[in-house]
């Protein structure tokens, strides 16, 4: 099995900071691309962030110049840093992975975290 488990988050006023991370575990052999999406209240889930294992890394416009993801292959985890948060960042944030598992090699599946809530205030 495999798993991916969300930690950090919060509230924050408008213009401060935060950092999120996400940690995949279980039976896994390799891990394709990794990243964050957004959902909002109300609005359909947005990319974030997204990150392959070759260091490659595309971000959502909203967020270029403010947020900025570190990424460890041989860990599995996935930390997100935001910084000048605006009220419009408010959202549940999930990670997801595109995972190899050891006991299906060669078969690809996408798993997601169960999302954390970061909330800005204005």
């Known amino acids: 099995q495999v798993h991916l488990v969300e930690s950090g988050g919060g509230m924050v006023q408008a213009g401060g900071s935060l950092n999120i991370s996400c940690a995949a575990n279980?039976?896994?052999?390799?891990?394709?691309?990794m990243g964050w999406y957004r959902q909002a209240p109300g609005k359909q889930r947005e990319s974030v962030v997204i990150?392959?294992?070759?260091?490659?890394?595309n971000a959502a416009d909203s967020v270029k110049g403010r947020f900025t993801v570190s990424r460890d292959n041989f860990k599995g985890t996935l930390d997100l840093y935001m910084s000048s948060l605006k009220p419009e960042d408010t959202a549940v944030y999930y990670c997801?992975?595109?995972?190899?598992?050891?006991?299906?090699?060669?078969?690809?599946?996408?798993?997601w975290g169960q999302g954390t809530q970061v909330t800005v205030s204005s």
């Open positions: 997801f992975a595109e995972v190899q598992a050891t006991t299906t090699p060669g078969l690809w599946k996408t798993y």
């Open positions: 990150t392959t294992t070759g260091g490659i890394t």
């Open positions: 279980g039976s896994i052999l390799s891990i394709n691309r």
